[in-house]
């Protein structure tokens, strides 16, 4: 490859990268936005809130190519999952403003680290996603089996899986940048950004966990 194709695929690259973390930076400013305005929201219109934002995902898988609407559409999700995550992310700076912090630190060191790694690993990392989906299954069931049987630290070992399991999804979503076209830009971001919040609400339960 010549010095010239060289220096236009990193600038191309660059350019990729940049446009998916302002994506990643606007959908987090919303989703504070609407973390602040949903603060006192609970039950049934938080609920509603996170079958929204779940219409806009699927709407934003749909609408990829068109134009301005996976943008808007890719807000509107981050919106709708601030207002449904508003109450309970209140309770918990109600409780001890301290733990929201840390979660918030802790979130950007391991994000930042496991990024950086997944964006510097040159083979394409895609086949584990088939891996980690058949882990968050297995996550979910785990959860779901803790509603209704006592387990002790049972809390602690779920967020703690959560963390490995959205600590791969964000070395392969970064991995999957390194190929990306700016067609894929907001399909990326919003995977992205999906697994800053997970990891955020995962250490903000494990952070929590040693306050009750």
Do not use: K
Request: charged share 10%; aromatic share 12%.
């Amino acid at each position: 490859m010549s010095f010239a194709a060289s220096s236009g695929a990193d600038v191309r690259e660059a350019g990729v990268f940049g446009q998916v973390m302002g994506l990643v930076a606007t959908t987090l400013g919303v989703f504070t936005l609407g973390a602040y305005l949903g603060r006192h929201l609970a039950g049934g219109p938080s609920l509603i809130c996170f079958i929204l934002s779940f219409v806009c995902l699927f709407g934003l898988g749909r609408a990829r190519n068109s134009g301005g609407i996976p943008v808007s559409l890719l807000s509107a999700t981050g919106l709708f999952l601030g207002l449904g995550l508003g109450g309970g992310i209140y309770a918990y700076t109600t409780a001890d403003p301290g733990v929201v912090w840390q979660a918030g630190a802790a979130t950007a060191l391991f994000v930042a680290a496991l990024g950086t790694l997944g964006y510097m690993i040159r083979p394409d990392l895609s086949g584990g996603y088939r891996v980690l989906f058949l882990l968050l299954f297995g996550l979910i069931v785990y959860g779901l089996v803790t509603l209704f049987v006592s387990m002790p630290a049972g809390n602690v070992i779920y967020a703690v899986l959560g963390l490995g399991i959205f600590g791969g999804y964000t070395v392969l979503d970064f991995n999957r940048l390194r190929r990306a076209g700016t067609r894929d830009a907001v399909s990326i971001a919003s995977g992205i950004f999906l697994d800053v919040l997970n990891v955020f609400t995962f250490f903000l339960q494990l952070f929590g966990s040693g306050q009750d």
